[in-house]
């Protein structure tokens, strides 16, 4: 009897180190680089170069790589193998010289499951999101981006802002929630013309939900998920609250799509979702994938980055400008000599504005809200920085990596707005300088987000100047959630 129970467990025991080494064998098969593929940190079978990722700051993480590595290296994160594209030279390379390769998104289960059959703007690749970007583009043009009409609406936006703002009477608060809601506000207009109160607790429960979401998608759940799909799908965790907040969002929408369909007139479009079904309803074969999920989809996606970003992008301006009291005021005179205070500040404005302008691209710098950019896929092989890339590969640009590149930027790790004025004290603009990234996929609302950006901070200087309560020392290091955004803060607004 001892002697089979011997034999059962030897049994076993070999079963399981047979079992062990075939899957081994297995992942190095499946995971085996081509010649000539760039080099990376050695990668632990399955799960690749997990435990040394820092999922709190990647960007940093990836930037040291590169000073091992070089400009272009490779990295495993479970199913996830990337190579990652470091510096202003080697992102411009593969987003601009090779723009039509680095076009796509490459496959995740997170996107797969959150936009199903390749839905959204964001994620989806091919035909179909070529189609719905074009469209995209220019119904947001037609219903106002660049003209008088949009201009007017955030300075309404702003005006609500300031009134806000007032009451707290001076007394310290955290602006996020604020500035979420009227970022919101702006594209939501866009999207589905509507505009809610800040003390409207639906919509502010929405933009609480989005938050979550975007905050655990960048989180470590997020990259767990990603790298392990099969397993995490089943566990318990905060990874779940992604879903289940995307599928509250997109209800919101549905419902906003609704209510648009009840009182739908063909001949008098009123915004991105009655243009939508305007083109639903054409019956062209161009518009076959023009569906009611897509238009969900989309409209969630312009929602989500027309809100999150902009916002996040003011909630820098604000650390930036109480850390730099000096650049606060320099704005402050600008702004006093060009518009004062009688009259809200416009477009034209901003040729008059240099160092203003200077600033605000600075913060957008320092910011760095999107630090790795959303990731691309090789379309066809190629060559990228001297080594093979096979078709189908995922790509990371690190975004970080251009905005603080020591070739680049005269001061990369200071607060300088002088990177972006001439002798003259001119604007200058930097190639470097890409945080809305670069290529076919750069981001669809900059110049929404630059009107946004100019407008929103030269309302908020002309009227108020910013502090934080004495003896505390605003951080630069960023949460990273789907954006980096600021530590919580609060801040005084006193009415100038
Ligand atoms: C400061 C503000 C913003 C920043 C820094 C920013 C940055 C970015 C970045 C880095 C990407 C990824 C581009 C790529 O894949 O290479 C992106 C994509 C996108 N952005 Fe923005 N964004 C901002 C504001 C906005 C706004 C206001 C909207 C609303 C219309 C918007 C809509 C989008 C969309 C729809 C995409 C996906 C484009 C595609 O995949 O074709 N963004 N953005």
Not at 123 to 135: A, D, E, Y
Not at 234 to 244: A, D, L, Q, Y
Not at 463 to 483: H, I, N, P, Q, Y
Request: hydrophobic content about 40%; overall charge negative.
């Amino acid at each position: 009897m001892l002697s089979f129970l011997h034999l059962e467990s030897l049994d076993f025991k070999s079963i399981l180190l047979f079992l062990v080494v075939f899957l081994v064998i297995a992942d190095y098969f499946k995971t085996r680089k081509p010649p000539n593929y760039p080099p990376g940190p050695f990668a632990l079978p399955f799960v690749g170069n997990m435990f040394s990722f820092d999922a709190k700051q990647p960007h940093i993480y990836l930037i040291k790589l590169a000073e091992t590595y070089g400009d272009l290296f490779s990295v495993s994160l479970g199913r996830e193998h990337a190579v990652v594209a470091n510096g202003y030279k080697m992102v411009k390379e593969a987003l601009v010289v090779q723009a039509d390769v680095f076009v796509d998104r490459p496959f995740s289960p997170m996107s797969d499951r959150l936009y199903p059959h390749n839905a959204g703007l964001f994620m989806s690749s091919g035909p179909k999101w070529k189609r719905h970007r074009r469209f995209t583009m220019t119904t947001l043009r037609n219903f106002g981006l660049g003209k008088t009409l949009m201009e007017n609406a955030i300075c309404e936006e702003i005006r609500y802002l300031q009134e806000e703002m007032e009451t707290q009477k001076g007394d310290p608060f955290n602006p996020k929630m604020l500035f979420n809601n009227a970022v919101s506000n702006i594209i939501c207009q866009l999207a589905f013309s509507s505009r809610s109160d800040y003390s409207d607790d639906t919509f502010r429960n929405v933009l609480q939900k989005l938050n979550e979401a975007l905050n655990v998608e960048g989180s470590v759940w997020g990259l767990l998920y990603e790298a392990f799909p099969g397993i995490m799908k089943h566990m318990p965790g905060p990874h779940n609250t992604i879903f289940s907040n995307y599928l509250d969002v997109a209800d919101f929408i549905r419902k906003e799509v609704e209510r648009h369909k009840e009182d739908f007139d063909p001949n008098n479009p009123r915004d991105y979702i009655d243009a939508y079904i305007t083109e639903m309803q054409s019956g062209s074969s161009d518009t076959e994938d023009f569906t009611e999920t897509n238009l969900v989809m989309n409209s969630l996606d312009l929602f989500l980055a027309g809100t999150e970003t902009t916002s996040t992008t003011l909630l820098w301006s604000l650390v930036l400008l109480i850390k730099h009291p000096e650049v606060q005021k320099k704005v402050q005179s600008e702004i006093d000599a060009v518009i004062g205070q009688s009259r809200p500040p416009s477009m034209a404005d901003k040729a008059n504005m240099p160092y203003t302008e200077a600033v605000i691209h600075e913060i957008q710098r320092i910011g760095d809200i999107v630090p790795i950019n959303v990731p691309r896929m090789a379309g066809r092989d190629t060559t990228l920085g001297g080594y093979f890339i096979p078709k189908g590969t995922s790509l990371w640009t690190n975004l970080s990596s251009v905005l603080f590149d020591k070739a680049e930027w005269e001061t990369p790790d200071e607060f300088n707005p002088d990177h972006f004025l001439d002798s003259e004290g001119k604007f200058r603009r930097r190639d470097a300088f890409l945080p809305f990234s670069a290529g076919k996929r750069v981001c669809l609302g900059e110049q929404l987000a630059r009107m946004e950006l100019f407008l929103f901070f030269v309302g908020l200087l002309q009227k108020f100047s910013f502090s934080t309560e004495e003896g505390v020392e605003l951080s630069l290091e960023g949460d990273m959630g789907a954006t980096r955004t600021p530590l919580p803060f609060k801040v005084f607004a006193h009415t100038r």
